[in-house]
């Protein structure tokens, strides 16, 4: 069965650093995001991504944090310059293989640690 | 602006019980809804889904949901759970027509007890 795939599983920068987390979505989906949960929180939205553009993101996702995907399978979650509050839990999710709504399969994620 | 609300945090049931985790939503559009499952160090696991159609939907493991409009509902439903059911499990809703971005509720810890 397809899965959405991310790497790495745990990634450990300092304060100001610049990290990539990387997602390879289901093959033939349209649609993916980009969530966190900060340990013992909710899972929140971050961004959404489609026809190679942002189609909607959260309030969580300033300018610190750029999206692409730059190539017919990779996407990749961008932060700039970390802060200790970025630590959390990051995960890739994909839909969609039309306009019709689909679920979104989710990545196992990435817990990013911010020190 | 859309809102889940999962009023229980934490549920402890023993095993063979049966149980019930409540999900509100709030939305004045149309909505699709969701039950995720999350183990221990995992990712997040579809567990069933309210598209249209049935109120009540099932999954492959025992578990149901079902969409009550009138209250605003979801709730998910085991009639005996096992051990291996204890996870987290979330609530999401997603509206229709926009970019589908699911929005979750705080979570419930189903902690199963021998």
């Known amino acids: 069965e397809p899965e959405v795939t991310q790497t790495p599983s745990h990634q450990v920068t300092q304060m100001g650093q610049e990290v990539i987390l990387r997602c390879v979505p289901i093959?033939?989906?349209?649609?993916f995001y980009w969530y966190r949960q900060i340990l013992g929180q909710k899972v929140e939205f971050l961004v959404s991504?489609?026809?190679?553009?942002?189609?909607?993101k959260s309030e969580i996702f300033d300018d610190q944090f750029s999206v692409e995907r730059p190539d017919g399978s990779n996407f990749t979650l961008k932060i700039r310059s970390t802060k200790l509050e970025d630590s959390a839990m990051y995960f890739c999710?994909?839909?969609?293989?039309?306009?019709?709504?689909?679920?979104?399969?989710f990545g196992p994620g990435t817990r990013l640690t911010v020190t | 602006a859309q809102s889940v609300t999962q009023l229980d945090s934490q549920v402890p049931v023993f095993e063979e019980a049966p149980v019930e985790l409540r999900c509100n939503y709030s939305s004045s559009v149309s909505v699709y809804l969701f039950w995720y499952v999350q183990y221990p160090n995992q990712g997040l696991q579809l567990l069933l889904k309210y598209l249209s159609g049935s109120t009540l939907v099932k999954s492959i493991n025992g578990f149901e949901a079902e969409f009550n409009k009138s209250q605003t509902s979801f709730h998910l439903r085991k009639p005996s759970v096992h051990i291996s059911d204890t996870a987290e499990y979330f609530c999401?809703?997603?509206?229709?027509?926009?970019?589908?971005?699911?929005?979750f509720g705080s979570g419930t810890l189903l902690a199963v007890q021998p």
């Open positions: 999710a994909s839909s969609g293989t039309s306009g019709r709504y689909y679920e979104q399969y």
């Open positions: 999401a809703v997603s509206v229709d027509g926009a970019t589908n971005k699911l929005i």
């Open positions: 991504f489609y026809n190679n553009e942002i189609s909607e």
């Open positions: 093959s033939n989906h349209l649609y």
